[in-house]
C-alpha cells in the first residue's frame, strides 16, 4: 500500500491541482504564489514549490503535500483522497486490505456516515418506484403527468419519496441494516423530539432530491412538499413543514458551499466552459431532460461566494436565470455581482411570460431556449439600468435621478475582475445614463477606496506573511530539518559527532527523517506532510558548501546545548526530590550532574561561535 501511495505521489502535479482551486498562479524565485484558496486575502501569501510537490500559507498557516491539499479543498478523508486522485491519474486504487496503516476513527466516522447516506438515496428511490400506495402514487403521477419529467430522467438523478410515517427511513436503516441512530442524526437523516427524546425522520411525505458534492457522493437532501393539488394528492395527507425542506449543515453537507447537479454536470460544464444557474431542482432535471445538462442549483436558497468559487473551477461563464419579480431581480443582481467577483463572464436571463426554466424548455424546446439565450442574455450592468430604469426613458430623468442611479451601479462595477471590463462598462453606464464617464469613474475611485466593493470585502482575511520573514519562524529542530532536506547525510554526521541520536529530538519524525530516511510517516501523517511543506518554502535557497557547514556546525552545538540543558534540569530536579524527602543522593546520579554541567561549559552554542 505504501507503494501504491509513493507512486501516486510521483504522478501528482501540485501545480496543475492548485490550478483548479487557485487562480492567479504567478512565478516567485523557486517556487510560485496564489491567493489561498482556504482564506479570502488581497495579496497572495500561498507558496507552491512543484519540484517538491509541496505547498504553504504564511497567512492562514496550511500546508502540505498534494494529497493534502486535496484533503482539504474536497473535505475528505486520506483514503477517499488517495483513491479519488489514483482514479484522476489512471492509477490503481491502493489494496487497503492487509495493510499496516490504521484506520482512524475519523474515517471511520466519515464512512458510516457514507453508508448512511447512501442507503437512505436508495431506499428513497425504491419507495418512490415501487411502493404500492396512495402516497407513492401521487407523488409519481405528480412528476409524470404533471411536472411532464420522463422515468429515465427521474432514475437518473435518484428522484425518490420519503412516506409519511414519522420513523420509517430511521426503522429501515436501524433495524434492517444495523445503523447507528447517532450515524443518522449526524448524516442530517433525523432529528431528536424534544418531547420524549425519540428520534424521528427529517423529511417526511416529500419528493427528494438526493444531493451530491463534486466528488458524487451523497452528502445531504433536499425534498419538495407534495401540495394537495386535486386528483393527484392523496387528500388529507398534507405533511407539515415549508414547501422546501435541505437537509441540515453537517460535516458533510455544507448548503452555502454546494451546488445540485454539478457533480452530475461538471463534465460538460468544463467542456463547454458554460453553467446555467438556476433556482431549483426541478429547473436543473428540466433542462437536463431537454438535452441542456449544464445546470446548477443553490437549491432554492441565493448563490453564495463559495459556491461561486466552487464553480469557478468548471466554468468561464455562467448565465444567470431567476423569478421575474422584484425579489429574483435582485437577488440575480446580488448572484451576478458574486459571478464577476470570481472572473465569470456573466449574463443574466429573463424568461418570458414568468415560465420557470423547464416550464419554458417542456413548452418550447432546446434549441428555442438556445436561441432566446443568444439573443436576450444581458451583460450584468445592461440588465441592472434596465431594471432600475423599469422602463422609464432617460431622457425624462433629473439629473439627481440619473446619478442617484449611477450610484446604485457602483457595487455591480466594483465586483469586476477585470480592470478593462470595469473601465468599458463605465463608458457604457455613462453614456446611457447621459452623466460625465470622469465623474462616475471617480465615484467608482472613491467607493473602492472606501472597501464598500464587494471584491474589497471578500479579500479580506488573515494578513499575509513573506516568505522571507516566516524562517525566523522555524524551530531550531525545523532549521536543521531545513539543511536534511537540502542534504541529508552530512548534517547526520555533524549531528552524531556532536552525540545526538535521532531519540534526542523532542520531534521524533525530524529525527527518523534525519538519521533513518523514514518516508513512511509521509504517508501516513498529513501533519508531518505540513511541517515538511512549512520548512521547504520557509528555507533560503539553496546554500553554498560553506554556509551549509558553517550552519550544520552552529546548529549541532546549539542542539546539543539545548539537550545538555534539558537533562541537566532532570538531573538537578532529582536530585533536589532525594534531598527534600532525606534520602542520600546516588553517587551515579552526582556524578552525571557534574558531567553534564561540565558538557555544557565546554559545549559552545551558535551563538557564541558568532
Given at each position: 500500500m505504501h507503494k501504491d501511495i509513493e507512486a501516486l505521489r510521483s504522478k501528482l502535479d501540485l501545480l496543475d491541482l492548485v490550478r483548479e482551486y487557485a487562480r492567479d498562479l504567478k512565478k516567485s524565485g523557486k517556487s510560485w504564489v496564489a491567493n489561498c484558496p482556504f482564506h479570502e486575502e488581497k495579496t497572495p501569501s500561498m507558496h507552491i514549490d512543484p519540484d517538491k510537490g509541496l505547498f504553504h500559507c504564511f497567512g492562514c498557516k496550511k500546508g502540505g503535500d498534494a494529497i493534502h491539499f486535496y484533503r482539504e479543498m474536497e473535505n475528505v478523508g486520506f483514503k477517499e483522497a488517495v483513491e479519488d486522485l489514483c482514479e484522476r491519474y489512471g492509477l490503481a486504487r491502493p489494496s487497503w486490505t492487509g495493510s499496516s496503516r490504521q484506520v482512524s476513527p475519523e474515517e471511520k466516522y466519515r464512512a458510516a456516515v457514507?453508508?448512511?447516506?447512501?442507503?437512505?438515496a436508495k431506499l428513497y428511490g425504491e419507495a418512490f418506484l415501487l411502493r404500492e400506495d396512495r402516497e407513492a402514487e401521487a407523488a409519481r403521477k405528480y412528476c409524470l403527468s404533471v411536472r411532464h419529467f420522463k422515468h429515465d430522467a427521474l432514475a437518473k438523478y435518484g428522484v425518490g419519496y420519503a412516506p409519511q410515517g414519522p420513523n420509517w427511513l430511521f426503522t429501515q436503516l436501524v433495524t434492517k441494516h444495523g445503523l447507528d441512530p447517532r450515524i443518522l442524526q449526524k448524516a442530517g437523516l433525523v432529528t431528536v423530539s424534544p418531547r420524549d427524546g425519540r428520534y424521528r425522520d427529517l423529511f417526511?411525505?416529500?419528493?427528494?432530491?438526493?444531493?451530491?458534492?463534486?466528488?458524487?457522493?451523497?452528502?445531504?437532501?433536499?425534498?419538495?412538499?407534495?401540495e394537495d393539488s386535486g386528483?393527484?394528492?392523496?387528500?388529507?395527507?398534507i405533511a407539515p413543514g415549508p414547501k422546501y425542506l435541505n437537509s441540515p449543515d453537517t460535516d458533510f453537507f455544507k448548503k452555502g458551499e454546494i451546488l445540485y447537479g454539478l457533480a452530475d454536470h461538471k463534465a460538460l460544464i468544463r467542456e463547454?466552459?458554460?453553467?446555467?444557474?438556476?433556482?431549483?431542482?426541478?429547473?436543473?432535471?428540466?433542462?437536463?431532460?431537454?438535452?441542456?445538462?449544464?445546470?446548477?442549483?443553490?437549491?432554492?436558497?441565493?448563490?453564495?461566494?463559495?459556491?461561486?468559487?466552487?464553480?469557478?473551477?468548471?466554468?468561464?461563464?455562467?448565465?444567470?436565470?431567476?423569478?421575474?419579480?422584484?425579489?429574483?431581480?435582485?437577488?440575480?443582481?446580488?448572484?451576478?455581482?458574486?459571478?464577476?467577483?470570481?472572473?465569470?463572464?456573466?449574463?443574466?436571463?429573463?424568461?418570458?411570460?414568468?415560465?420557470?426554466?423547464?416550464?419554458?424548455?417542456?413548452?418550447?424546446?432546446?434549441?428555442?431556449?438556445?436561441?432566446?439565450?443568444?439573443?436576450?442574455?444581458?451583460?450584468?450592468?445592461?440588465?441592472?439600468?434596465?431594471?432600475?430604469?423599469?422602463?422609464?426613458?432617460?431622457a425624462a430623468l433629473r439629473l439627481e435621478e440619473r446619478q442617484q442611479t449611477a450610484r446604485a451601479l457602483l457595487p455591480s462595477l466594483a465586483a469586476m475582475a477585470s480592470e478593462m471590463d470595469r473601465s468599458d462598462a463605465v463608458i457604457f453606464a455613462a453614456q446611457a445614463l447621459r452623466i460625465?464617464?470622469?465623474?462616475?469613474?471617480?465615484?467608482?475611485?472613491?467607493?473602492?477606496?472606501q472597501d464598500g466593493g464587494?471584491?474589497?470585502?471578500?479579500?479580506?482575511?488573515?494578513?499575509?506573511?513573506?516568505?522571507?520573514?516566516?524562517?525566523?519562524?522555524?524551530?531550531?529542530?525545523e532549521a536543521i530539518l531545513a539543511l536534511a532536506i537540502q542534504d541529508r547525510e552530512p548534517i547526520s554526521r555533524v549531528l552524531s559527532g556532536r552525540g545526538v541520536t535521532a531519540s534526542d529530538f523532542e520531534d521524533g519524525r525530524i529525527g527518523r527523517y534525519i538519521?533513518?530516511?523514514?518516508?513512511?510517516?509521509r504517508a501516513e501523517d498529513p501533519s508531518w506532510t505540513e511541517v515538511l511543506a512549512r520548512v521547504v518554502l520557509s528555507a533560503e535557497n539553496p546554500l553554498s558548501n560553506e554556509e551549509f557547514d558553517r550552519m550544520a556546525e552552529g546548529y549541532a552545538a546549539e542542539l546539543r546545548r539545548k539537550i545538555l540543558t534539558r537533562e541537566r534540569a532532570g538531573l538537578d530536579e532529582a536530585i533536589k526530590l532525594r534531598r527534600k524527602s532525606g534520602r542520600a543522593c546516588e553517587a551515579q546520579l552526582l556524578a552525571r550532574f557534574l558531567e553534564v554541567s561540565k558538557l555544557l561549559k565546554n559545549n559552545e552554542s551558535v551563538f557564541e561561535e558568532a
Open positions: 457514507k453508508k448512511a447516506l447512501d442507503l437512505a417526511r411525505q416529500r419528493l427528494m432530491f438526493p444531493v451530491a458534492d463534486v466528488r458524487g457522493d451523497v452528502c445531504g437532501f433536499g425534498g419538495r412538499i407534495l386528483s393527484w394528492a392523496a387528500k388529507g395527507s463547454k466552459g458554460k453553467a446555467y444557474v438556476v433556482e431549483g431542482y426541478f429547473d436543473v432535471l428540466g433542462l437536463a431532460q431537454a438535452g441542456l445538462p449544464l445546470a446548477v442549483s443553490p437549491m432554492g436558497g441565493a448563490l453564495t461566494a463559495a459556491q461561486a468559487k466552487v464553480l469557478r473551477r468548471f466554468a468561464g461563464e455562467t448565465v444567470l436565470l431567476f423569478d421575474p419579480d422584484t425579489a429574483g431581480f435582485e437577488g440575480a443582481i446580488r448572484a451576478g455581482r458574486l459571478c464577476l467577483v470570481q472572473g465569470f463572464v456573466t449574463r443574466l436571463l429573463k424568461l418570458p411570460s414568468g415560465l420557470d426554466p423547464d416550464e419554458f424548455v417542456l413548452k418550447y424546446g432546446a434549441q428555442t431556449f438556445e436561441e432566446l439565450e443568444k439573443r436576450e442574455a444581458k451583460s450584468l450592468i445592461e440588465f441592472e439600468l434596465e431594471f432600475r430604469l423599469a422602463g422609464r426613458g432617460v460625465s464617464p470622469v465623474g462616475l469613474e471617480r465615484e467608482l475611485e472613491h467607493f473602492l477606496g464587494l471584491r474589497s470585502q471578500t479579500k479580506r482575511g488573515p494578513s499575509s506573511a513573506e516568505p522571507k520573514d516566516a524562517g525566523f519562524m522555524l524551530s531550531l529542530e538519521f533513518s530516511s523514514d518516508t513512511q510517516e
